[in-house]
């Protein structure tokens, strides 16, 4: 069972364009995190979101958690080459110790 | 760079094999997790060490047996693999086996299994 679906699984577009991409699930979380993953390296941490409704930017990218917390999305205003990447998100749940789920990412790519 | 570091970068082997990968953190934390990641398939979490006692097992096959010496460092050996065991294995590392740390990941060691 696929706890974190994210969407889209694929995504190409140009540079300057905006994208949101989502991390959808039926579970609650207490936490949510995203990560960006590039070629031949292993995921760097990028935002974690802990409240219900949070906003948090960074940069061009904003990330905002939903107020069931079951759900998140990363929106990129102005997409540029250095953007590109497999984007993951991870939730995790105070009952579970350190035990992230993670979804099964979104590879986008930026053209110049 | 993490402070998570991982070699082999890349290994490829026979199913009939035996090798090992090597994770270490310079992050004085003390807990190290091994992960799995497949194409088109989420994380898979292998092994979770907490202050040097494994804490996790996710019904993860014999034929890879972790080894944890001490808190900052952690050992995958590999022995009689079969060609789906091809992936990408990460390393990671965080405070300590809570909810709330965040989990720093090395670079990974790209396994090609013939």
């Known amino acids: 069972t696929q706890l974190l679906e994210q969407s889209p699984q694929f995504l190409s577009i140009q540079e300057g364009e905006n994208l949101t991409v989502y991390c959808n699930s039926s579970s609650v979380f207490s936490s949510l995190q995203w990560y960006r993953q590039e070629p031949g390296e292993g995921p760097v941490l990028l935002v974690t979101?802990?409240?219900?409704?949070e906003v948090k930017k960074l940069k061009r990218l904003t990330f905002q958690f939903g107020d069931a917390r079951k759900d998140s999305s990363l929106h990129i205003t102005a997409a540029q080459p250095g953007d590109t990447g497999l984007y993951l998100c991870?939730?995790?749940?105070?009952?579970?110790?350190?035990?992230?789920?993670f979804g099964d990412g979104t590879t986008l790519t930026v053209k110049p | 760079e993490t402070g998570v570091t991982q070699t082999p970068r890349h290994l490829v082997m026979g199913m009939t094999n035996k090798k090992s990968l090597k994770c270490e953190q310079h992050?004085?934390?003390?807990?190290m997790y091994w992960y799995k990641q497949s194409a088109k398939k989420p994380l898979e979490l292998m092994f979770v060490?907490?202050?040097?006692?494994?804490?996790e097992n996710n019904s993860v096959p014999s034929r890879f047996s972790p080894e944890c010496p001490n808190s900052s460092h952690l050992f995958l050996h590999l022995h009689t693999l079969q060609p789906e065991d091809s992936a990408l294995y990460l390393c990671a590392s965080s405070q300590d086996f809570q909810w709330a740390d965040t989990q720093y990941f090395g670079p990974g060691t790209r396994l090609t299994v013939l």
């Open positions: 060490y907490s202050l040097e006692e494994r804490v």
């Open positions: 992050l004085g934390h003390n807990a």
């Open positions: 991870a939730g995790a749940k105070n009952t579970n110790a350190g035990k992230s789920t």
């Open positions: 979101v802990v409240t219900g409704g």
